[in-house]
């Protein structure tokens, strides 16, 4: 049996991970075409896993280049049941300090180039989404926060924009009054994606910084904002580091047990099964085989 946790995280975390307990790389092909990079699979915490850094090897892929269905179909043609997933963000919020850490509970969506389903073709299927992000492994995340030196915010809204450019001060002000407690540009559709292939998904935001909303320093340099953003960066990912070491085993002791999007998909498919291609049946077995 292969890994059931899988963990999507920065380049960092990724040659953290590979430098303190090594492991094997897997290739894995998709109808999507190939994941970021191979997935590595190997013991972390006492338990089996599979890690993806998100953006590639050498962190070449920009945000809306991301094969996110790739990545998530990857994952669960492994036998991954649970992600947990980590990304840099902006904070919105005067109490979301850099160096703090989010488990986020809800998401606003301002993407428009990224293909955001499994379910684009030959299948209709629509999933529940009002919980952006699995309530139970939020729980266990919160629970494992506990055991981290730094503050874990039990909730906080991610609002993921296209990118690659950051926001302009009239729209950072503007997420702010939507109720954004976080900007990045990762987190879709990559939780919508796990929902449709009934995997329990939580976001471990990282902020590195206020935006621009929130006016810088008089008198600091360019270069050193800079500088300050990556020391955020570096201390804010040894800090999810640490979250991730304590919740893992946490979460290994809960696998077998009911799961709220175990079954996300029964009462989502629309499409008449009789009338659906088993070419598209065959593509997408691993998320729906169980259904036809």
């Keep these: 049996m292969g890994p059931r946790i899988g963990i999507i995280g920065g380049s960092g975390l990724g040659q953290t991970l590979e430098a303190e307990v ?10 999507f075409g190939r994941p970021s990079g191979p997935i590595l699979v190997t013991r972390w915490a006492g338990v089996e896993i599979a890690f993806l850094s998100r953006h590639g090897p050498g962190h070449l892929l920009n945000p809306s280049a991301v094969p996110y269905r790739a990545n998530v179909f990857a994952f669960k043609k492994l ?23 989010v488990i986020c509970d ?3 969506d301002k993407t428009f180039k990224r293909a955001g389903t499994f379910f684009d073709e030959g299948l209709v299927a629509h999933v529940e989404y009002a919980e952006p992000f699995c309530p ?14 730094t503050v874990v915010h039990p909730k906080g809204t991610y609002v993921c ?18 109720g954004g407690d976080l900007i990045g540009m990762t987190c879709l ?16 935001a990282l902020p590195t910084d ?17 500088a300050e953003i990556i ?8 800090q999810g580091m640490a979250l991730l070491r304590a919740a893992v085993p946490m979460l290994a002791r809960q696998l077998d047990e009911k799961w709220p999007y175990d079954d996300a998909l029964a009462m989502a498919i629309w499409s008449d099964k009789s009338k659906v291609s088993p070419a598209v049946v065959e593509r997408l077995r691993p998320l729906i085989g169980r259904y036809f």
């Design 22 to 31: 090594g492991g094997r790389e897997v290739q894995v092909d998709t109808p």
């Design 79 to 101: 036998g991954v049941t649970h992600i947990l997933a980590s990304g840099a963000t902006g904070s919105l919020r005067e109490e979301v300090e850099p160096r703090h850490l």
């Design 106 to 108: 809800q998401v606003i």
């Design 136 to 149: 139970k492994l939020r729980r266990l995340l919160i629970e494992a926060g506990r055991k981290v030196a």
């Design 161 to 178: 924009m296209e990118g690659p450019q950051f926001s302009t001060l009239a729209e950072s002000r503007m997420h702010r009054d939507w």
């Design 189 to 204: 559709p990559e939780a919508k994606l796990a929902r449709e292939a009934e995997i329990s998904y939580a976001l471990i």
């Design 210 to 226: 206020y935006d621009c909303w929130r006016p810088h320093e008089p008198g600091k340099s360019r270069q050193a904002l800079l």
């Design 231 to 238: 020391g955020n960066l570096k201390a804010v990912t040894d």
